[in-house]
């Protein structure tokens, strides 16, 4: 039976291990799935080690994204844009290689299962860090009207937007600078919440003005109940308010598809998971 697992810090809430199983089910797969605590000093060695020892894939989270990306022998394209590594597998030679599937679990659950549409759309991201950093890789690829960035410390996001504006068109503000915009009649069709707001039960400033007809707001973060963001979307009266259930389904069914070479059915874990939380 194939090893597999994810690394991180703290990592024993991780719904990744029952995810893959139900996956594995599905698929009719053979392998195992566990939940890895480790420190940063025992990042490099496990891995090497649990490869070394035949393991099948890892999946890795905060805070060991950058790790991943530096241990990695070779990165995809996305993971490259991103610098930042969710799954290690190895190639034919035996190499350890990292991809980043954090973007694509995000597009996936916006344009299939949201049927939300990106293309041509103006969007708002708040924060500049690992989060936000993972998705624009594919975000960027979309074809969006305009990307706008803000962040508490502005020159985080100038960094993201000068790093990939060759990309697509993207801007970078302050809250305080957001405000003004708002002043001005600036409103978005998709705003996404990438800061650790919700990890810390807050909600960032935010004029209900942003909020454009029809718009969808989509939290990163998911949790039991309603993170304090989709709440606010939801009392503004956002057409969609959605929590990144979806997108750490998705995400993982694009790691199981690069391990297993097949693409498991994603609905049925997500209403399972809708169900248990």
């Not at 990744?16 to 599905?26: D, G, K, M, V, Y």
């Not at 049927?115 to 998705?135: D, F, Y």
């Not at 606010?232 to 995400?251: F, H, P, R, T, Y």
Request: a negative charge.
């Amino acid at each position: 039976m194939s090893k597999y697992a994810v690394l991180g810090n703290p990592v024993s809430h991780s719904k990744s291990p029952l995810i893959h199983s139900l996956f594995a089910e599905q698929t009719d797969q053979a392998m195992n799935y566990l939940a890895i605590p480790l420190e940063e000093n025992e990042f490099e060695g496990f891995v090497r080690n649990f490869f070394a020892g035949g393991g099948g894939g890892l999946n890795v989270t905060v805070p060991f994204k950058e790790n991943a990306f530096a241990l990695a022998a070779s990165c995809s394209p996305r993971a490259q844009l991103a610098q930042a590594v969710n799954t290690l597998f190895l190639d034919d030679e035996g190499n350890i290689c990292g991809d980043n599937t954090d973007g694509i679990g995000l597009v996936t659950d916006l344009k299939v299962n949201n049927k939300v549409t990106i293309s041509g759309q103006r969007v708002l991201i708040l924060g500049a860090g690992g989060a936000v950093r993972g998705i624009m890789a594919a975000l960027v690829h979309e074809h969006a009207a305009a990307i706008t960035i803000v962040n508490r410390t502005v020159s985080k996001a100038e960094l993201l937007v000068q790093e990939m504006q060759s990309l697509a068109p993207l801007e970078a503000m302050s809250y305080e600078m957001l405000q003004e915009a708002a002043d001005n009649g600036r409103s978005y069709d998709l705003i996404i919440n990438g800061s650790s707001s919700s990890l810390q039960g807050e909600m960032p400033r935010l004029d209900v003005r942003l909020i454009a007809p029809g718009c969808c707001c989509y939290d990163l973060m998911y949790s039991a109940t309603d993170t304090p963001f989709v709440q606010w979307a939801k009392q503004q009266g956002a057409n969609l308010s959605i929590d990144g259930l979806g997108m750490l389904v998705e995400q993982a069914a694009e790691a199981f598809a690069l391990w297993r070479g097949v693409r498991p059915n994603t609905a049925p874990v997500m209403a399972l998971l809708r169900e248990q939380s």
